[in-house]
């Protein structure tokens, strides 16, 4: 598990940074307006990003119990029909989001102030859609076949063209917002070029000729029903995001920087529970696929075990420190105050996520992936953004409030998800092809 896992960290980090470096540099080299417009930006194309990987992840799983099973022609197939895919997708998605990104960012209740900047950088993000959809289908097929250490190899590349390309052209050119834009999709591009070649070239199974593309009705199924459930949930768990982020706009520009500054933070402290989950995810189908139950239960166990170190940790910091947290990206001493009030609530939620995404890694391994939608979905929108909507209606509210709505949608996702690990339904495999 450790060792498996720990790539997936690495990745993980390593494309935090990434998304990150975009909110550092235009906070370092901007004002607050074009700090706004990444935070509300960033967090749409994360929103499309995360849909992408959770279709990704049906794939990995897929890929995993065809490997348990000893199947390699399967394998070969469903590649070429995930590529194919998600090309499709890819293009679909690119002109939607060309097309619709004022409307969006008006949907998003940007500040006035931030509202063409943020326009642009979504616009100029939209551009890199493709990219985006080839690096997590190249990743997600390695991983499902026991591979995590190029993934991390790829997002590697892109990380530091981001960081070098943000340096140049908002640091050196002063291009803001948009320059930010444009080194992210740059980077992209580059990572996602650079993958392919290596892998030809290291006689990869899949050689990527043209003939070998293409949809296979019994993989594409079986993709999207363990994929789509996934990526729905991901998606408006997101849009979720999107919802409190709007709520928040409300509350002026200083508010609407903090929580997007916030909501970066919080990516790095879920970034151990995200790599064990999807580490968990990879392992469980492969045992799964061999019929090793009790092997699957002990990957959920220690996956549990390993991210409480880390969850813990950081609840210890950013009750006693969040100022230390919101400083690393801004020195506005009103984002810092308002990030921190949000933080020291939001912070109950680090040790809570370690079950809830350790579990549903689980049940996506076990092919039961509608089970942790339909989970994760109660508790977004029936918990968490209600509770945020009134908190924020009370007379003199603050971020910590609102951020008090994360652990309480956590405890009850957790309390339904051993519930049904309880029923002992995860052991039939959600899909077979």
Known sequence: MIKFAIPFLLANLLQALYGA??????????DSAGLSAVA??????????????????????????????????????TIGTMLTLFAILAAALTALLLVFARPVVSLMQAPPEAFDQTVQYTFLCGCGVFFIFGYNAISAVLRGMGDSKNPLLFVAIACVCNILGDLILVGGLHLGAAGAAIATTGSQGISMVLAVIFLKRRGFLFDFRLKSFGIRRDKAAALLKLGLPIALQESLVMLSFLFI??????????????????EKINLFT?????????????????????GETGRSRRCLRIGILFSLVFGVACFVWLQLSPQSAM???????????????????????????????CLNGFFNGCGHSAFSMANNLLSTFLVRV??????????????????????LASAVSIVIAFVYLRTGKWKKLGHSS
């Open 21 to 30: 470096a975009d909110l550092l540099i235009v906070g370092w080299f901007s």
């Open 40 to 77: 509300t930006g960033s967090q749409i194309l994360q929103t499309l990003t995360c849909t992408i990987v959770g279709l990704a992840t049906g794939g990995t799983v897929l890929i995993g119990r065809f490997l348990g099973m000893g199947r390699e022609e399967d394998i070969k197939q």
């Open 245 to 262: 982020t709007a709520i928040v706009n409300h509350m002026g520009v200083a508010a609407s920087a903090a929580i997007g500054v916030t």
């Open 270 to 290: 879920l970034l151990p529970p995200t790599a064990f989950s999807s580490a968990i995810a990879a392992m469980v189908a492969q045992n799964m696929g061999a």
């Open 327 to 357: 400083g690393i990206f801004t020195t506005d001493q009103a984002v810092v105050a308002a990030g921190s009030q949000y933080l020291r609530a939001f912070s109950i939620d680090c040790i809570l996520v370690c079950f809830m995404f």
């Open 386 to 407: 209600p509770v945020a909507w009134l908190f924020s209606r009370i007379a003199g509210a603050t971020l910590f409030e609102i951020g008090l709505a994360a652990p």
